[in-house]
Nanobody
């Protein structure tokens, strides 16, 4: 699988960003997808996930602010991030499990200024 995340950048607190992740070399529609993030000095954590059927889950701190979605026509997964906070600053990774192993894209940096 290849995972290509983009859309990161510098945004003020209260702002928004939309992160797309293009996925190739798998039958995208059959795979559950997820967004993770890793803040400086912290462990990587799950932010949101979406099943092949469209069911979603969210980490508690992003509930009501972030929306994960997917387009099987475009082989892409998205993370809409609203009401951003400085604590959302991190490198964001899209991810899936292929052949029993979690796979990662290269990550995209989101910086939220106060």
């Amino acid at each position: 699988v290849q995972l290509q995340a983009s859309g990161g950048g510098l945004v003020q607190a209260g702002g928004f960003l939309r992160l797309p992740c293009g996925v190739s070399r798998i039958i995208f529609s059959a795979y559950d997808m997820a967004w993770y993030r890793q803040a400086p000095g912290k462990e990587r954590e799950l932010v949101a996930s979406i099943t092949s059927g469209g069911g979603t889950t969210y980490e508690n701190s992003v509930k009501g602010r972030f929306i994960i979605s997917r387009s099987n026509a475009e082989d892409a997964v998205y993370l809409q991030m609203n009401s951003l906070k400085p604590e959302d600053t991190a490198v964001y990774y899209c991810s899936t499990v292929e052949h029993g192993r979690r796979r990662w894209g290269q990550g995209t940096l989101v910086t939220v200024s106060s």
